[in-house]
Structure formats: structure tokens, C-alpha cells
């Protein structure tokens, strides 16, 4: 039976381009921090029959019927995310990372309140406080900054600003930055102001669950995290919080924001949370930080400029205009062609436009998923170099292309099955 056969009748345009982004997939070194390859399980679960079933409200508690399967998948998933980080409650239902936050942030704010996360340009999020984001319009949102002599949390000074502008909430936890996260001093500060002690950990959950990165549970006492990236789960999202924020953030999510979960979803989150308490997972945490450290140290011998010198987690945030000559999107566009993906990404206290920023963000969880090592790092770093010196030499871009695709084949890519494309 050919792959795809239902597709192959119905639709045969979308199969070859399902199939497309497979190949894709394979036969290229992912370094978007924020992907990874979600297992096979994960993508049954995904896209089983579940997808048919609307199941407003919560588990014994819906506005339909036919519930019997679905209720428990769902308390499934509730019970090991609450294991999974040590707290009182969670809530699994929310669609992506962005709606989570607006809900935690819809259950203990009131509008006009302030909200105190990092910039975006120095590695916060959108949903942080930005202020073309509804987080910076519905919220007063007063940032704080990086140092900018290490490029690092200013601990001293975020608590200064705290002091100062009184938040109701403050929101620990990143998109672009490098370095671990020092929890206890965010307690600290949100126990002196009397703030709501938020921890985003969409970006390092599966290093916390792994044992690679602290953990900010049950120090704080609201946080989310998206499913995917290094949890290796699908698209979605989940809240935890300690038992004086749960009737609240439920309500926010259901009927605050959302209608009917993506059941569907909810099973593949379970099933990513059994997965991460296999000892095996602990282990790729770990290789996570190692490659990550390798890759880092192979880009300094080339003359990279890392953001605060290096990592200690999942990515690292690079300059390339002033010290290699290139800025990030012209970056971003030859490692493509190289066979390399990448994101051009700002770099704090530069003044370059989002769409040409100064700097590219990298990150290890695709490549650690699919087995590299330190070795591999090497190599890779090799190739960045090579590519971005040589970025209008179509001739060398497609030899790295060719040589990135034979180190890939030596590579499976968890949940994809290239027999299929006989």
C-alpha cells in the first residue's frame, strides 16, 4: 500500500507536499531552537479519530455528551503535567503558548495593570509585554533589560525596577537568551513588590523535565509552557499554577478564551509527559546542553560573536554583522541554501529593523533528537562558518548542502520514515 493513500486519492497536491516537508526535514540540520521531531507516537495520537469529538468545559463537566474516552485522556494528561513540575494544577486545554499566557495573565490581572518581562528585543516574548502585543495594550507593560555589560540578567536591577513600578506580576522566562535562569531570585523579588511569580518555560521544559536546567516549580506560582519544542510533544500548550490560581486560570481558558479543547492534542501532550519520564529522555536533556556547549565553542574559534559569551542551555544567540560582516537575515538565507536552518533574530542593544536584524538564534534539540554529537557539532560549526564567509558563492553553498545531507543520512529523524517515499 502506497504512503498516504487517503491523501493520495482525496488530495494528492497536499500528500506530495506533506511528503515534501519530510524530505525536508530529513535531509537538513535543524537549528530553530524553538523545533524538534516529535515521536511516532506523538503524531498517532495527533492524528487519530480524537480530532472528531468536541468537548467543551472540563473532564465531568462538559456542555456534550460522549464523553467516556475523552475525559480520561484528558485527567491523563492533567495528572502528569501536575507530576511532571510538582504542582497543585493544570490546565492542558490551551491551543499554543500565547493564548496560555493571556489566560494566566486574564486570571490575576486586572486591564491597566503592570506587567513587568524581559524586552523582546533582548529575548523576552511577544506575549511578554511587547507593545504591539495585547499584552503591552490591554496591561501597562514596564520591561526590564539585560545588563549590557555580560548580556545576562541583571538580578539587582530588575529588582530595583520592581521597587519602582510595583507589578502586580513578573514574568521569568525566554525566548533568545542563553543562560540559565536563576529562579529563587525572581521569588525573592515577586515575595519584596508582593507580584504574581510567572515562569514561560516553553523553550527549556524539556530540559527541566531532563534534569538539564532548575526548575521554577513550585517556587512560582503561575507558569506555562507550549508542548513542542524541547518536549518533543505537539503544537500545543498547558498552565500550571498552585491551588489559589486554579478556579481562575480554568475559567480564563474556558469560557474566557476558548471554546472546545483539540482533544487530539490534549492525548499527544500524555503522551509526551510519558515519554519524558523515560530515563532515556534524561539523557538527550543532558546531550541537549553538551551540544550546545560544543557548538558554542566551535563558533568562537571562528570568530563568532556570542551573545553573553556562550550558553548553558538549548540555544545560542550570535552576532554577525559587525564581526562577520553579514546580517542575520543575509545569514539565515546562505545556511539555508547550505542546507542549514537557522532565524535571523535581534540581538539586544542593536538598533537594526526586526526584518534585518544584526544576529541569527540557533538552538540543539533537533539535532540532539536525531542522535548528534559533539563531534557533529564540530562540523556543523564548520559549516556555518564556511557558509556565511562564502554567502553569494552558490557553488559552495550547494557542496555544504550536498555534505550536510550525507552526514544526515547517517541521522533518523524520530517519526519520519523515509521507506515511505519508495
Known sequence: MSYLPALQKTDPEIRDLIIGEEKREWNTIRLIPSENYASSAVLEASGSVLTNKYSEGYPGKRYYGGQEFTDKIETIAIERAKKA?????????PYSGSPANMAVYRAVLQQGETIMGLTLPHGGHLTHGWKVNFSGKIYHSAPYELDPQTEMLN????????????PKIIVAGYTAYPRTIHWEKFREICDDVG???HADISHITGLILGGAHPSPFPAADTGITTSHKSLRGPRGALIVCKAQYAQAVDKAIMPGLQGGPHNQTTAAIAVAFKEAEKPEFKAY???IVKNAKALADRLLTH?????????????????TTKSKGISGKDASVALEKAGIEANMNTIPFDDSPPA???GIRIGTPCVTSRGMKEAEMAKIGDWMNEAVTHATDENALARIKGEVEELCKSFPC????????A
Open 85 to 93: 513540575f510538582g504542582m497543585d494544577h493544570a490546565n492542558v486545554q
Open 155 to 166: 538580578y539587582d536591577a530588575i529588582w530595583k525596577l520592581a521597587k519602582e513600578v510595583k
Open 195 to 197: 507580584a504574581v511569580f
Open 285 to 287: 536533556a543532558g546531550q
Open 303 to 319: 570568530k563568532f560573536r556570542l551573545i553573553s559569551g556562550g550558553t548553558d542551555n538549548h540555544l545560542i544567540l550570535m552576532e
Open 356 to 358: 534585518n536584524p544584526a
Open 414 to 421: 524520530p517519526g519520519i520514515d523515509p521507506m515511505h517515499w
